[in-house]
T-cell receptor, first 110, second 116 residues
Framework: SQQGEEDPQALSIQEGENATMNCSYK?????LQWYRQNSGRGLVHLIL?????REKHSGRLRVTLDTSKKSSSLLITASRAADTASYFC??????????FGAGTILRVKS | DGGITQSPKYLFRKEGQNVTLSCEQN?????MYWYRQDPGQGLRLIYY???????QKGDIAEGYSVSREKKESFPLTVTSAQKNPTAFYLC???????????????FGPGTRLTVL
């Protein structure tokens, strides 16, 4: 089952612009995580936000979580061509399982 | 790709054959996972293991089998019963098993399986 639903499915921006991706989920969660995947590669963990947190920063990344709306957003500021990748949200459930969304494909044009 | 290795990178299978995908981790993680990724889609959980000699089915376990004889290793066998096995397979591990701790997962580079 896929809980997270990312929006938009694809995003194309110019280098230097900000990129915002959204994730919605359906059930209660322990945490929500964002991962990045370069084409044909494995996923890389970006950031984790716990269910009792509302905002978290890591470098050029900013994640928000609204548990009342069951949604999260990932903001990448001052994007670079190297940020081109697919981004997935994943909700952490009991037993350490993660449920992944379908992802947002981000293309940053230089 | 952390301390997780997957082999081979590319694998070709004839219909009716069983094939085994290797996954090894040197992170001393308790939990390991196998996912399947189809084009344009997210990851779907096949099997996971929280401790040696124990594993549980994920959402799409039919046609697959696993073993966890060592903490470091979690091989996945794609059997002939899997009718549409062509996909990208990803192995992952996490430090903790069970409970509600932060469960960041570390992924291997993946194996792309193609049925001829």
């Amino acid at each position: 089952s896929q809980q997270g639903e990312e929006d938009p499915q694809a995003l194309s921006i110019q280098e230097g612009e900000n990129a915002t991706m959204n994730c919605s989920y359906k059930t209660s969660i322990n945490n929500l995580q964002w991962y990045r995947q370069n084409s044909g590669r494995g996923l890389v963990h970006l950031i984790l936000i716990r269910s009792n947190e509302r905002e978290k920063h890591s470098g050029r990344l900013r994640v928000t979580l609204d548990t009342s709306k069951k949604s999260s957003s990932l903001l990448i500021t001052a994007s670079r061509a190297a940020d081109t990748a697919s981004y997935f949200c994943a909700t952490g459930e009991r037993g350490n399982k993660l449920v992944f969304g379908a992802g947002t494909i981000l293309r940053v044009k230089s | 790709d952390g301390g997780i290795t997957q082999s081979p990178k590319y694998l070709f299978r004839k219909e009716g054959q069983n094939v085994t995908l290797s996954c090894e981790q040197n992170l001393n993680h308790d939990a390991m996972y196998w996912y399947r990724q189809d084009p344009g889609q997210g990851l779907r959980l096949i099997y996971y293991s929280q401790i040696v000699n124990d594993f549980q089915k994920g959402d799409i376990a039919e046609g697959y089998s696993v073993s966890r004889e060592k903490k470091e290793s979690f091989p996945l066998t794609v059997t002939s019963a899997q009718k549409n096995p062509t996909a990208f397979y990803l192995c992952a591990s996490s430090k903790y098993s069970g409970g509600a701790r932060d469960n960041e997962q570390f992924f291997g580079p993946g194996t792309r399986l193609t049925v001829l």
